[in-house]
């Protein structure tokens, strides 16, 4: 209930004012309730710090202090650095070392650098991660944020900085003669930053801000903590919407009865299942039409999970909201309960899907929601001709994207009764379309609003809280606002799907020339994205060494956990995983170099990629082949850095405690979805000479913004402030399928590249027409200018004005679509090395170094974020992320105290090296390089564990309970 307000004398940011609070209030909710938005909710605990503020000049997290407790005292936020002279230098140097990627933890972690700099000028790496380390990021791997406090320390205490840069060199022709870099060998063992390397073949040819680190467009916003979230945003008469979720894993609702939450004064709707028509829908953001089963529906009579849904209610207060909540009576006739996947597939296992208006379920009696079964050549005969056989069967866990904005959504109804939904989502057209039916309005009634997001990482890409939103705004007439707590992001929202992998290869002459990999997906209680993924990891599980004689069968099972959806590396990781170890096992058994073993048989330049058409993502795919790939150099390079064979050759002599290893990997993703991902862009010109950019394209913190006006810029000759970029708002950016599947670069980017080179046309036809008729081609674009070959110029601003008010007047603009018939593999190396503690069974993660082909960087920073950022979240996924269930289906970890992500004095030295190529379907040579990130670690821990050990472990997460259980098997 609500309780009596206090005023609180308080100096925020060095002013003094009176602080309006409730008395069991968090100083958190009382600061964003007076607009300081800069200070962010990520957790329900003070895990994740994202709620930083400095106290009297030390940092606190708001969340866990009452407001009434600082009456007096002095609070600094981030709105309260810098000054009308400029940015603050932790400021400065957040933005220009590609330390932000979404920015959500941005404020807590300069907060935290800040006292620690006020305190020590001159601190020790060892040091900055000690202060850091109570600010978690799900983004960027800690790596540029060490960096750029490193730097703001310098420069506070006058010491010449050079600005941060990417180092590039010339691939040589003969990987003999390459040399890399003395810190990139890491011999003084430390883990201070380095800036990525990046080796560009002598034939690439030159471009002019495409390649360049270019700051990000919105880095700035980011850093002063501007609102520019979706919860930074407050509607007049805005209600607290919230969301009762079942307590039971699998049971049905025999009685509910909510009339005594719809009296309580303050609470404006209350819905059940019974109030709300019942629409079958698919909840993962794919393209029209969505793969079935259609076997959700937004509330329901079954529950079939902890944490499904049950009931909602729209208050003038969140915590009335809640109260509501708790009035429902609901009554369950409790069901048996599954939750191995195994099991769920033997006769007279409960059935999750009894309903009868499922369709699309291939055999809802054993819960297998898709059985898949494809082949090319023939397998069993190429079995019985090969020399050996190996078969391995390996464990993947179920992983939470814990991205640090959790899922929210505010709904409204505009001036013209359009209904608005302001969403932190990756796929706000996908919205659009899919939440139609089930509000009952029509698309062009309803509008899609995406702010800045906090991370997604494929868990926004899912239908989440936007139809509740909808339902309660339109029950209620009032605008609403839902959040998942971080509880719900545990149980109530998506997460890898937990996958058995089991390979069998057989190999003659060293080749591979058969492989048959069975696989079981968990996809929880529901099916988003059930049936893409497995056949992803199918694809790419199968692809990487590509045997022409390839059999895939996938059984994709429903269980009463949590149902998963996407995640960045979206199956392709897990299964790679199962493929290159047992590559790794093959090669050991028979006595082979395992780099050239596996050299000898991956996917060849040229190569036709044999799944690619029966293996499509949702429908059959196309005929492809490889048309780029650097993965010999980037393996050769990875080498020479780690000096991979000399340590290997070392470890074997060692004894004792502690244990070395070192491991390598070598994985493939793709560019977006061939054949079927679409996406527009929109450029018009402006009166000064500059435009604006529409994308349909969701920037989720990865920097695609800023890659795809660097692609305009370099196009159009001008430098990348005289873009403005605004997406995305499904009224006025065109369509653009949103952000997953790797496609941004190289879908995104191939429309806007397309559109430049359409509004470049009109800007020399323009220019022609001004200069007295000169034609196009005999006119050049670049510096802000359009040259004329006998010396006139016309700048830009001249065109823009001219076309606006004075010759053949019309609004220079353009628009174009684009969609591949390819989707190019980028490949890498991934290297791993550790220490092993044989008495714990902890693994020291000492170095992480990915070299990686690409295509072209369009901008080194932001590529090596991701990078940085992708081998992160894979260590986690490697050494302790795994949600975990007892046998009725409750979770026994859904917070962030008892599910550990990586914080920063647990990381390793990281480092990134791109080799570039020039990939001939992609805009100016780029493919893709979000998703490939995450798909290298895992194996190559594996690979490294067995380098320490001599153990193969073929259960993720290597956790030290799992390691000295594997230890003690083995007698160790
Ligand atoms: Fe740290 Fe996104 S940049 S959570």
Same mark, same amino acid.
């Given at each position: 209930m ?5 005023d ?9 004012r ?7 209030? $968090? ?8 607009s300081?938005? $800069? ?8 895990t ?57 933890? /941005? +404020? ?13 000028? %001159?601190? /020790? ?7 850091l ?56 063992? $430390? ?6 390397l990046?080796?560009?073949?002598? =034939? ?82 794919? @393209?029209?039409?969505?793969p ?47 939750v191995?996947p ?7 296992? +409960? ?11 291939y ?11 494809v ?6 005969a ?8 190996? =078969? ?13 904005e ?32 089930l ?66 290869? #057989? ?35 199968l ?29 392709a ?64 390079? #990875? ?9 290997r ?48 394209a969701?920037?989720? #913190? /990865? ?16 430098s ?14 065109p ?14 980017g ?14 020399? !036809? ?8 000169? #034609? ?26 001219s ?14 679509s684009?969609?591949?018939?390819? @989707?190019?593999?980028?490949t ?23 070299v ?7 901008? +080194? ?14 260590l ?16 026994? %970890? ?24 020039? =990939?001939?379907?992609? +805009? ?30 073929? !259960?993720?997460?290597? /956790? ?9 098997q083995?007698?160790?």
């Amino acid at each position: 209930m609500k309780t009596q307000g206090v005023d609180v004398a308080v100096t925020i940011n060095n002013v003094p004012r009176m602080l309006a609070v409730e008395q069991d209030e $968090s100083l958190l909710l009382a600061l964003r309730r007076a607009s300081y938005f $800069s200070v962010k909710s990520g957790c329900d605990d003070g895990t994740c710090g994202v709620c930083t503020v400095l106290i009297n000049g030390k940092p606190e997290r708001s969340c866990k202090i009452k407001a009434l407790e600082v009456d007096g005292a002095e609070i600094t936020t981030l709105e309260g650095l810098g000054d009308a002279e400029g940015l603050h230098p932790l400021q400065e140097a957040f933005m220009g070392t590609g330390a932000i990627q979404c920015g959500f933890c /941005t +404020p807590a972690q300069i907060l935290r650098a800040k006292a620690l700099l006020d305190e020590n000028p %001159n601190p /020790t790496e060892e040091e900055i991660r000690q202060a850091l380390n109570g600010v978690l990021c799900r983004c960027t791997g800690y790596v540029r944020g060490v960096d750029a406090v490193q730097r703001a320390a310098a420069k506070m205490r006058d010491e010449s900085v050079e600005p941060f840069s990417h180092i590039e060199q010339t691939l040589p022709q003969e990987m003999a003669k390459i040399e890399l870099p003395e810190v990139f060998y890491r011999r003084d063992g $430390s883990r201070n930053p380095l800036p990525p390397l990046v080796f560009t073949p002598r =034939e690439m040819t030159a471009t002019r801000i495409v390649g360049k680190p270019e700051v990000k467009v919105d880095a700035k916003k980011l850093v002063q903590g501007r609102p520019v979230f979706t919860d930074d945003f407050r509607r007049e008469g805005m209600l607290y919407g919230a969301l009762l979720t079942s307590p039971h894993a699998h049971a049905r609702i025999r009685r509910i009865d909510a009339s005594r939450a719809r009296t309580l004064p303050g609470v404006h709707a209350v819905l059940t299942y019974e109030d709300i028509t019942r629409i079958k829908y698919a909840s993962g953001g794919q @393209s029209y039409p969505q793969p079935l089963p259609y076997d959700q529906v937004s509330l329901d009579n079954k529950v079939r999970h902890v944490g499904d849904r049950v009931a909602i209610a729209a208050a003038e207060t969140l915590d009335l909201a809640q109260e509501a909540l708790r009035l429902i009576d609901v009554e369950y006739d409790l069901l048996p309960v599954v939750v191995d996947p195994e099991a769920a597939m033997q006769d007279g296992a +409960p059935i999750i899907h009894d309903e009868a208006d499922t369709e699309g379920i291939y055999d809802p009696e054993h819960n297998i929601v898709h059985h898949i079964d494809v082949h090319v050549g023939d397998v069993d005969a190429a079995f019985a001709e090969a020399d050996r056989l190996f =078969e391995g069967t390996y464990r993947t866990p179920k992983q939470q994207q814990v991205h640090l904005e959790p899922h929210i959504c505010i709904t409204y109804f505009d001036e013209d009764e359009r209904l608005v939904i302001r969403t932190s989502t990756q796929v706000p057209f996908h919205i659009r379309r899919m939440v139609a039916p089930l509000i009952g309005l029509p698309v062009k009634k309803i509008r899609v609003v995406k702010p800045r997001i906090g991370g997604g990482f494929g868990n926004k890409q899912e239908l989440i809280l936007e139809d509740l939103c909808a339902h309660l705004t339109l029950a209620a007439n009032r605008p609403v606002r839902m959040e998942y707590t971080r509880t719900q992001e545990f149980t109530s929202s998506r997460s890898r799907h937990a996958n058995i992998i089991h390979y069998k290869i #057989g190999v003659k002459d060293e080749k591979v020339i058969a492989a048959r990999l069975y696989l079981i997906g968990d996809t929880g209680a529901y099916g988003a994205h059930a049936l893409t993924v497995n056949m992803v990891g199918g694809f790419k599980g199968l692809t990487l060494y590509n045997p022409p004689n390839a059999h895939f069968i996938s059984d994709v099972v429903y269980t009463n956990t949590p149902p998963a959806g996407a995640f960045r590396g979206y199956g392709a990781m897990q299964c790679q995983y199962g493929m290159e170890v047992l590559m790794e096992e093959i090669a050991a058994n028979l006595g082979l170099d395992v780099v050239e073993f596996k050299r000898r048989n991956w996917l060849r330049v040229g190569e036709p990629m044999y799944l690619s058409k029966a293996l499509g993502e949702g429908r059959e795919g196309v005929e492809q082949s490889l048309q780029t790939s650097a993965l010999d150099q980037c393996l050769d390079i #990875g080498r020479l850095a780690t000096d991979f064979e000399t340590k290997r050759e070392k470890y074997r002599q060692q004894d004792g405690r502690y244990r070395h290893g070192i491991g390598m990997a070598v994985v493939m993703h793709g560019s977006g979805i061939a054949d079927l991902d679409m996406a527009s862009a929109t450029l018009k010109m402006n009166d000064d000479g500059s435009f604006n950019l529409l994308m349909g394209a969701t920037d989720l #913190g /990865t920097g695609s913004d800023t890659i795809l006006a660097q692609m305009a810029a370099e196009v159009l000759g001008i430098s990348l402030d005289d873009i403005i970029v605004y997406s995305s708002d499904t009224d006025f950016t065109p369509f653009d399928k949103g952000a997953y599947a790797s496609s941004t670069t190289y879908i995104s980017g191939g429309a806007v590249r397309k559109a430049a080179l359409k509004i470049k046309v009109q800007i020399l !036809e323009h220019a022609g027409l001004m200069l007295g008729g000169i #034609g196009a081609a005999d006119l050049e674009l670049q510096d802000r200018q359009v040259n004329a070959a006998d010396g006139r110029s016309i700048s830009l601003a001249e065109i823009g004005l001219s076309s606006l008010h004075q010759q053949n007047q019309h609004q220079i603009i353009a628009s174009a679509s684009h969609k591949s018939p390819f @989707s190019p593999p980028p490949t890498a190396a991934q290297f791993v090395e550790i220490v092993v503690d044989m008495e714990t069974g902890r693994i020291k993660t000492e170095r992480l170094l990915m070299v990686v082909d690409c295509g072209r960087v369009i901008n +080194p920073v932001t590529a090596s974020g991701q990078v940085e950022g992708g081998m992160a979240q894979a260590l986690g996924f490697a050494l302790e992320e795994e949600m975990l269930f007892d046998d009725n289906g409750q979770p026994l %970890n859904p917070n962030l105290s008892s599910y550990h992500i990586p914080r920063v004095t647990g990381m390793p030295a990281m480092d990134v090296i791109f080799v570039q190529t020039d =990939e001939p379907s992609g +805009p100016f040579g780029a493919k893709s390089v979000s998703e490939i990130a995450i798909d290298g670690v895992a194996p190559a821990m594996a690979s490294a564990f067995h380098d320490a050990t001599g153990i193969w472990m073929r !259960e993720l997460p290597y /956790t030290p309970e799992r390691v000295k259980a594997a230890l003690k098997q083995a007698g160790q």
